[in-house]
């Protein structure tokens, strides 16, 4: 088998292992697109940044509220 086979064959096996494991094809757009944002190149990185950002500060956010009003509960 040449070289250019076994590239493609690599590559229909990567493809196929990337519809069977989403997961894995999420994380592999997700090191992506941070790789993309650590250039700083692409007019997205500012989106990129922003869509981080809110990831991490919506769900603590949602953690406080929750428990300031369990508190309030209780108290």
Request: no cysteine; glycine share 12%; net charge neutral.
């Given at each position: 088998m040449g070289d250019v086979q076994r590239e493609q064959a690599a590559d229909v096996q990567r493809h196929e292992s990337l519809v069977r494991h989403p997961?894995?094809?999420i994380?592999?757009?997700a090191v992506r697109v941070r790789e993309i944002a650590d250039q700083g190149e692409?007019?997205?990185?500012p989106?990129?940044?922003a869509?981080?950002?809110l990831a991490v500060?919506?769900?603590?956010?949602a953690?406080?509220?929750f428990l300031?009003?369990?508190s309030a509960h209780f108290a």
């Open positions: 997961i894995r094809g994380a592999h757009e692409s007019p997205a990185t989106a990129i940044v869509g981080a950002v500060v919506v769900p603590l956010a953690i406080i509220i300031a009003y369990g």
